[in-house]
Nanobody
Framework: QVQLVESGGGLVQAGGSLRVSCTVS????????MGWFRQAPGKEREFVSAISWDGVITYYADSVKGRFTISRDNAKNTVYLQMNSLKPEDTAVYYC?????????????????WGQGTQVTVSS
């Protein structure tokens, strides 16, 4: 059984920074590509960022490119999302997800395991 637990969400002012983390337990973390998604009230879940199993390849949604950075530490079974220059429109519940499939990292269907989410609120 694979379990994903997000942490690090909170309230921050616009222009500020926040780092959310996701720790994975239960199986070999290094076997999974990892992704971050977010969902704002009344909106569909959307892709934010993803990283390959070895950390070499990263992907970003256009809306966060240049502001967010994804990274992973396989020794700690943890993936991170560093969020800088935050905007009110970044407010959402942020979810991490794990996938053993390659390609199309922006599709939710590629991910088998999901965390419960952590709230990020950016005030104007």
């Amino acid at each position: 059984q694979v379990q994903l637990v997000e942490s690090g969400g909170g309230l921050v002012q616009a222009g500020g920074s926040l780092r959310v983390s996701c720790t994975v337990s239960g199986r070999t973390f290094g076997a999974y590509a990892m992704g971050w998604f977010r969902q704002a009230p009344g909106k569909e879940r959307e892709f934010v960022s993803a990283i390959s199993w070895d950390g070499v390849i990263t992907y970003y949604a256009d809306s966060v490119k240049g502001r967010f950075t994804i990274s992973r530490d396989n020794a700690k079974n943890t993936v991170y999302l560093q969020m800088n220059s935050l905007k009110p429109e970044d407010t959402a519940v942020y979810y991490c997800a794990a996938s053993q499939l390659s390609g199309a990292p922006e599709l939710t269907s590629r991910y088998k395991y999901w965390g419960q989410g952590t709230q990020v609120t950016v005030s104007s």
